[in-house]
């Protein structure tokens, strides 16, 4: 857990907003154990930061899972008041490089004002549509600070020179060294400084006075514009852009395709021609590891198909075989959506281990088949009376099989302990593809089977 206070704020005032914190997690009875730290280990341009790692209690230990934790701190931490808190679930790290945060948006361009004012934008859409919470940009303001810019043409027609101006200023803010004078063996510094009961606001500033080459006195308003600003802590760049980077979690039962797949959406409706952006760090991650899960489900069936068109000597046969992987993707499907499991890394590697096992009863039953019709058995037959006799032949081990593979994946759904969130899914993936697949192809291969037995003639 962070939060940030204003800019500027004093390290005593964020310990008394950290203590507030630190009494709404007293009251949760699934933390073991935290560390408050405030200032940033004693960073003074970080007086108004707070960072607190929080520990839970072992799983078996408690009814609630992390994720249903950290939406009962954010009600508890809306209640005090002054402080900005986000929440990042640490069990995602080193999965992928960068920023660890499930949304992950770096926009980019030349303006920092235009990207901070469209960062805003966007998590306030994104808020407003429920799909993220936590929130966060990357660029902070800083502290207020006072803005003097000289203006030349009136210091030249009034013959002022800007180390004048610049000498008065120091006087006013830190005051300027005029000489040292020796005292018992050392040299010490004489210092000239402006009261500090004379300069306390903007308006003091204009009160002050320069003399000019001509001796007279300038008022400092007529040469100077003073206006009031905020100093930028950082400015972030990425391939020579400035960018800011927008970052937090995932909102309650939303997954996030869907919510970065809306973000940038977003993005392109609000974005300025000239400026982009980009996924980053586990956002990023979770991108390229999808495209490259779906580039290896797609190369799994062209080998798969290549091998079985070498095995039964034929490119028909092979698709009889295949028409069970759409089946197995339906029942894994259907499982995860039963069960409220979204479809993540480790569901879609479940998928991938699925293509493996539910085309073995189509090898199988089409492989005895070929066997019965071309005599290996006994006398030839026709295709359809080598299916009449093969279909009940096969059925007891493709059920077998079936089973056995259920079986072995039941343990990945009942089981406890740590990482189970990972293993739930690959386990629903497995059995869900397995059961429909196996229910469907006894059905279906046979009669697509019969169906392109015509076209195996004609390529004879």
């Given amino acids: 857990m962070s939060g940030q206070t204003k800019p500027g704020t004093s390290l005593e005032t964020t310990s008394e907003k950290a203590y507030e914190l630190e009494e709404v997690l007293k009251k949760n009875p699934n933390i073991e154990g935290y560390f408050v730290s405030v200032g940033g280990f004693g960073g003074g341009g970080n007086s108004n930061a707070v960072f607190i790692p929080i520990t839970l209690k072992p799983r078996k230990d408690r009814k609630m899972g992390h994720i249903e934790i950290m939406d009962e701190l954010r009600s508890g931490f809306k209640k005090v008041e002054g402080i900005r808190v986000t929440l990042r679930d640490n069990s995602a790290r080193n999965l992928s490089s960068g920023r660890q945060n499930p949304i ?91 009261k500090d009961d004379q300069i306390k606001t903007v308006k003091d500033f204009e009160h002050l006075y320069v003399r000019n080459a001509a001796g007279n006195l300038i008022p400092f308003s007529e040469l ?52 982009s952006f980009a996924l ?54 259907i499982a995860l959506f039963i069960f409220d499991v979204s479809l993540n890394l480790f569901s879609f590697i479940g998928l991938i281990v699925l293509m493996g096992i539910a085309k073995k009863n189509s090898i199988m039953l089409v492989e005895f088949t070929n066997q019965v019709r071309h005599g290996h058995l006994g006398d ?3 295709p359809s009376e080598a ?29 406890s302990g740590i990482g189970v969130e990972t293993r ?33 003639s004609k390529a004879k």
């Fill in 104 to 194: 992950g948006i770096s926009l980019r361009g030349a303006d920092l004002q235009i990207l901070d004012a469209k960062s805003k934008e966007l998590i306030k859409k994104l808020e407003e549509e429920k799909l993220g919470v936590d929130l966060d940009t990357d660029y902070r303001t800083g502290l207020p600070e006072l803005i003097l810019k000289p203006n030349r043409q009136a210091m030249s027609d009034r013959g002022v020179s800007v180390d004048q101006v610049g000498l008065i200023l120091a006087a006013g803010v830190g005051g300027t060294r005029q000489g040292k004078f020796t005292f018992d063996g050392k040299r010490y510094d004489i210092r000239f400084k402006i």
């Fill in 380 to 382: 030839k037959k026709g």
């Fill in 387 to 415: 299916l009449l006799l093969a279909c009940p032949v096969r059925l007891r081990p493709i059920i077998m099989t079936s089973v056995a593979t259920v079986a072995a994946a039941i343990p990945l759904v009942l089981g």
């Fill in 224 to 275: 100077v514009t003073i206006e009031e600003g905020k100093a930028t802590q950082g400015i972030s760049r990425v391939n020579r852009q400035r960018a800011v980077s927008v970052f937090g979690n995932l909102a309650p039962g939303m997954s996030q395709s869907k919510v970065l797949d809306r973000a940038k959406e977003i993005i392109n409706e609000i974005m300025p021609p000239g400026y």
């Fill in 280 to 333: 980053e760090g586990a956002s990023a991650g979770f991108a390229s590891s999808f495209a490259s899960l779906y580039s290896a489900l797609m190369i799994g069936i062209l080998v798969a198909y290549l091998i079985l068109a070498v095995q039964f000597d034929s490119f028909i046969h092979p698709i009889s075989v295949l028409v069970a992987l759409p089946f197995s993707v339906t029942g894994a499907l």
């Fill in 424 to 456: 739930i899914p690959m386990g629903l993936s497995i059995i869900g593809g397995t059961i429909v697949s196996t229910i469907l192809t006894l059905f279906v291969v046979p009669a697509l089977y019969l169906m392109l037995t015509p076209l195996e």
